[in-house]
């Protein structure tokens, strides 16, 4: 049974901060790379960031860069999300994702495993 399970989110105010939880279990373990995506209302899901769970190397959406940082703790099974300097479009319902494959996953097809999702909200 593959299971991930985010938490951290809320209301925050424009740039201000959250950071996202996501505790990976059963066989996302099997995982090598995790991601978050978010998706607001009437818009499609879209790529934030991901890790490698194996050397640490991150890469991001250029929307986030600078302001969001992705990481990782191996025993905890578990990828964080911090994310700075939040403006109103961050509004979205971000979700954790995971995937083993060879290069740079961005995009939503290329994920095997999702979590339910965790509502951000950034009023201005």
């Known amino acids: 049974q593959v299971q991930l399970v985010e938490s951290g989110g809320g209301l925050v105010q424009a740039g201000g901060s959250l950071r996202l939880s996501c505790a990976a279990s059963?066989?996302?373990?099997?995982?090598?790379?995790m991601g978050w995506f978010r998706q607001a209302p009437g818009k499609e899901r879209e790529f934030v960031a991901a890790?490698?769970?194996?050397?640490?190397?991150?890469y991001y959406a250029g929307s986030v860069k600078g302001r969001f940082t992705i990481s990782r703790d191996n025993a905890k099974n578990t990828v964080y999300l911090q994310m700075n300097s939040l403006k109103p479009e961050d509004t979205a319902v971000y979700y954790c994702?995971?995937?083993?494959?060879?290069?740079?996953?961005?995009?939503?097809?290329?994920?095997?495993?999702w979590g339910q999702g965790t509502q951000v909200t950034v009023s201005s």
């Open positions: 059963g066989r996302a373990f099997s995982s090598n790379i």
């Open positions: 890790i490698r769970l194996s050397g640490g190397s991150t």
């Open positions: 994702a995971a995937v083993r494959r060879y290069g740079y996953p961005s995009t939503s097809s290329e994920y095997d495993y």
